[in-house]
């Protein structure tokens, strides 16, 4: 990809640039994907991304990486998360609905962690009910999920 069509990619639409620098893509409809993560190795998609209505971008990693280590790794910036746009000339409601755009998308994109992770744990629980151990593996599994419901929780009890 050239830095001309990266600059075209940019300036419409932050959610397709993302993704276009991503690995392990799993789109989940037209405002929400994971994929994996690039900062190490992943055998599952970790990193979760959401387009708000306002063209901004969500990117949420459940294994615990910054979403600028992530977004550096890529290639990218911070400001790849956003359109490009003047903030200051939005009004005080026009931030206020750019806020909450983010926090739902932040929601949703928990939401999908918490059904995903649920699935793991339910499928650890069967172990014992079949009078099998658990394997070290699976039980890493297990604890991989249990700190991505702990952070989607965390996401969904955020303030402001």
């Known amino acids: 990809m050239t830095a001309a069509s990266s600059n075209v990619i940019q300036d419409s639409d932050p959610f397709e640039l993302i993704l276009s620098h ?4 799993r789109r989940l409809g037209p405002n929400r994907a994971t994929f994996k993560a690039p900062t190490r190795e992943d055998r599952t998609a970790s990193v979760s991304l959401a387009r708000g209505a306002d063209g901004a971008v969500l990117l949420h990693d459940f294994g615990g990486d910054s979403a600028r280590d992530i977004l550096e790794a890529m290639g990218l910036s911070l400001a790849s998360l956003y359109p490009q746009c003047e903030r ?3 009004t005080p409601s026009e931030r206020s609905e750019m806020r909450m755009h983010a926090k739902i998308a ?3 994109a928990a939401l999908g962690v918490l059904d995903r992770e649920a699935t793991v744990v339910l499928c650890a629980a069967a172990y014992p009910e079949r009078g099998e151990p658990l394997a070290a593996d699976d039980q890493a599994r297990l604890s991989i999920a249990c700190q991505r419901i702990h952070d989607a929780r965390e996401v969904l009890n955020a303030r402001s």
């Open 88 to 90: 200051r000339d939005m």
């Open 106 to 108: 932040g929601w949703s």
């Open 22 to 25: 991503a690995n392990g893509v």
